[in-house]
C-alpha cells in the first residue's frame, strides 16, 4: 500500500500554513513604540523618536498631555521641544471623557505618523481614552505603521495590563511597595499596544522592583519589563525591543515559573522566575524570551 499522501492533501496543508503565515502577518502592527522610562531624555534619543515617525520634515506627531496636572503647558513645552528639533509639524489632543466619546474625536489624529504621551499620571489618560473612538484611532494608526512614543506615564500606559502606582494593602505613601503580597499593587487596562508585556518605569532610580515582581506573579502570562530612567526601549512590530538611553532594563520572566503560590500572610512565592539585566545595546524577544548582546543570543 502506499503511503504517499495525494496531492490534494498536499495543496490543502500548503494553503493552511499560507493562510496561517498571512493572518498572523495581518494581526502583527507594523507600528513602532518607543518607550521611556522618565527622568532626562536626550536630543539623540528624541531625534530617534522623530525619525520613526518619518524624519523632521515629514513627520505629524500629535501630542496627549492628559497625564500632565497642566496639559496644555505640557502640550506646549512639547511641541517647544519637537519643534527645536526640526520638526514643523506638531499638535495636540488634550480631550476629556465626553470629548474623546464623541465619534468625531478620532479625526483629529488622523494623518499622525507618531503620537507622544507625556509624563504625569497614567491613570488620567486611561480614565479618558480607553474604550474611546480616539483610544481606537490609536490602535489603528499603530497597527498601520505609527510610532507611538512615552515617558514615564506615558510608557506605563503602553501595556493591556497598566500599573496605576496604588496600593490596596500599603497605605503609607511616603514608604511604597515595601512588600511582594498579592492583592496589593493596582492594575487597569491600559492603551494596550503591548498585550504580552507589562511596563515599569522609574525602575532602577526608584527601586520598584516589588511592585514589578508582585504583579508579574499575579500575571504570569505576560513579560515584566522596568525601565529605568534616561533610558528607552524601541518596540519592532514583532515584539523585539532594543535598548537605547544611560540606563537599565530589567525584565521578570515568570512563564516557566512554578509553584507559584501565597502563604497565610499573602507573601507570593515561585521558583524558576527569570531576571534579565539590559544596557544600551541589547535586544530582548518578548516571544522567544530570549536576550540578544553584541550579536549573541543567551
Known sequence: ???????????????????AATCADAQTPKGTLFIIGGGDRTPEMMRRFIDLAG???????????????????SCMDMAEEFH????????????????????????????ATG?????????????????????????????????????????????KVMITGDERLNKDTIDAFV????????????????????????????????RLISVVLEHPELIAVGIDEATAIIVHPRGVFDVIGRGNVVVYDATQAKGIRSDPRGNLAAGGIIMHLLVAGDSFDTTTRSVATAGKTQ
Request: glycine residues 10%.
Open 1 to 19: 500500500m502506499s503511503t504517499t499522501p495525494p496531492l490534494r492533501s498536499i495543496l490543502f496543508a500548503f494553503a493552511a500554513v499560507i493562510l
Open 55 to 73: 524624519g523632521p520634515e515629514k513627520a505629524r506627531i500629535v501630542v496627549i498631555p492628559n497625564a500632565s496636572g497642566d496639559g496644555d503647558t
Open 84 to 111: 527645536a528639533l526640526g520638526v514643523r509639524n506638531v499638535g495636540c489632543c488634550f480631550l476629556n471623557r465626553e470629548q474623546a466619546s464623541d465619534p468625531n474625536s478620532a479625526k483629529l489624529l488622523d494623518g
Open 115 to 159: 503620537v507622544y504621551f507625556t509624563g504625569g499620571d497614567q491613570v488620567r489618560v486611561t480614565r479618558a481614552l480607553v474604550g474611546t473612538p480616539i483610544h481606537r484611532k490609536l490602535l489603528d494608526l499603530y497597527a498601520n505603521g505609527a510610532v507611538m512614543g512615552g515617558t514615564s506615564a506615558g510608557a506605563a500606559l503602553m501595556s
Open 179 to 210: 512588600f511582594i503580597k498579592k492583592d496589593n499593587v493596582v492594575t487597569v487596562e491600559g492603551i494596550g499596544f503591548l498585550t504580552n508585556v507589562i511596563i515599569d518605569q522609574h525602575f532602577v532610580t526608584r527601586k520598584r522592583h516589588n
